[in-house]
């Protein structure tokens, strides 16, 4: 990937629509509007759209008209990638828009990479890595918690809470290189009391940031959810009242559903990963023996599980292994006793008693839900954190940096316990550094820039 290459791309979905975006960036992107474009946008006041004829370059200088549309060209340095850039809009359809982007690199630009134009702002400077990371999440969003973090990521609320964490250690790192630098003299302004207390406390909020991480995944990347019970407990109906639509088939005959039915779906702040599952019970029939099988490895990959039960029903023998088997289970398990608009059945409540959590709700007219809502939340967002306005980890790389820096930070605090050199103090303080400004990608290294920008859509 050659970054002084000018570089275009469409940036908007290919199929037929009102109208389609080309963007052109690069130290030539000006002399490439001028070959494809009427007006001359190499004269053109920045950031002012202007009507014009779109035309193919040919041998000879030569032009042929291709469609007429709106131009604009951003001046570097202020532009997303930091280059000189152009976008020209034309009209929508599948062949004009090619027809257009192939005139682009008839006049001397090249196809764009994935997360080309991304990465070249980041490698300006005009956008950090986490906050890039944040913009493909932004892209990505299928819900409206998932747009929300994203949003907060690219407004920097992260950056902002690592870069604080960042700037205390850096004067720690300070003191202890004068003290290292200059040993017989007393040049450093902070007690080893103070250094102590300071070096606690970056290491407190950057374990605090660290664990922001379990809402953070739990919204972008979304909980596996498994609606299990036995067969006509109602959960195809819970299914489908989560999902807002119906998703699943509701009978009243046993065995309906056969096979794994997903959604996903914005649910108690956070994005779950819905699974409705065959019911549970024995059978003679083949098919639904499979739909049984997937759906106990279902159970067994779930960090979430809604153990549906029939509260108008006497608890059945498949009941009570259901809720044995829970009650030790890793994931979090809430149990749902479905239809409680009808009279409430003896016996179940000693089975419910074996599981953590239980919500009486009607999946038939929604009663319940709300409640359910509340649950979920509390389970994946005890402390109540605001992802729109606090600062939450969203990436497994972030997570990674901040757990290191405080066990960096831990091994600094234990060697002053200890009476270690300062020198080696130091070392620990410093890997915790590199560490944080990893995350804003100031030191990263190049596979792992290649990767994040390789998921982004060609365009972007």
Known sequence: MNFFDTIAAISTPRGK???????????DAAAVGDAVFSRKLSLAEPNLELHGAIYLPLPGGKRRQIDDGMAVIFRAPKSFTGEDTVEISCHGGVLVTQAVLTACFAAGARQAE??????????SGKLSLDRAESLGALLEAGTLPQLT????????????GVGEVYSMLLDVSSELRADIDFP???VSDMTDAELYERLSEAKEKAEKLASTYSVGRAVAEGVPTVICGRTNSGKSSLFNRLAGHESAIVTDIEGTTRDILTEKVSFGGVTLNLFDTAGLRRTDDPIEKIGIGRAERAIEAAGLIF?????????????????ERLANSDAKVIAVINKSDLPRAAGLDAIISRLPLAVNVSAKTGLGIEELDKTVGEIFNSEGLDIGKDAVVAT??????????GECLSEALAGID??????????????????????????VGEDIVGSIFSKFCVGK
């Open 149 to 160: 973090l994203a949003r907060s990521g690219l407004d920097g609320r992260l950056s902002d």
């Open 17 to 27: 629509g009102g109208i389609a975006v080309i963007r052109i960036s690069g130290p």
């Open 114 to 123: 994935a997360g080309e134009f991304t990465r070249r702002a980041f490698l």
């Open 418 to 443: 200890s009476g270690l050199p300062t020198d080696l103090v130091s070392s620990s303080v410093e890997r915790a550094m590199e560490a944080l400004a990893g995350i804003s990608g100031k030191r």
């Open 184 to 186: 017989d003299e007393d």
């Open 396 to 405: 497994a790389r972030q997570y990674g940096a901040l757990a290191f820096a």
């Open 307 to 323: 153990a549906v039960f029939d509260g108008s029903c006497e608890p059945s023998t498949e009941d009570i292994a259901l809720a």
